[in-house]
């Protein structure tokens, strides 16, 4: 199994970054491929939950503080999903993980059944 991402960098606060992810190597009938996200100083913490997207029918989900600045989205073809991040702010600034999630607790590490390495994004004010 391959979960890896690409996209991550440095940007002032107010601008925009494109993160990809590409899994393969697995076959699941109901899955969901989402981000997670680790901040600076919370290692060993749980990582939290920012978005995802439903590959069985397509919905998305977000947390609170990103829903209206974020969009996820999905190539069913070759299992790559999106997440474009809008007006960023420096409290975004964190690793940023893709991750293969199933189950009913969406947007938990609790669903995650496969873990890229993770792309930083960092969000200068």
């Known amino acids: 199994v391959q979960v890896v991402e690409s996209g991550g960098g440095l940007v002032q606060a107010g601008g925009s970054l494109r993160l990809s992810c590409k899994a393969s190597?697995?076959?699941?009938?109901?899955?969901?491929i989402g981000w997670f996200r680790q901040a600076p100083g919370k290692e060993g913490k749980e990582r939290e939950g920012v978005s995802s997207i439903s590959f069985t029918d397509g919905r998305t989900y977000y947390k609170d503080s990103v829903e209206g600045r974020f969009t996820i989205s999905r190539d069913n073809t070759d299992n790559i999903v999106y997440l474009q991040m809008n007006s960023l702010k420096p409290e975004d600034t964190a690793i940023y993980y893709c991750?293969?999630?199933?189950?009913?607790?969406?947007?938990?590490?609790?669903?995650?059944?496969?873990w890229g390495r993770g792309t930083h994004v960092f969000v200068s004010s």
């Open positions: 190597g697995f076959t699941f009938d109901d899955y969901r």
């Open positions: 991750a293969v999630e199933q189950g009913q607790k969406r947007l938990s590490e609790e669903s995650v059944v496969f």
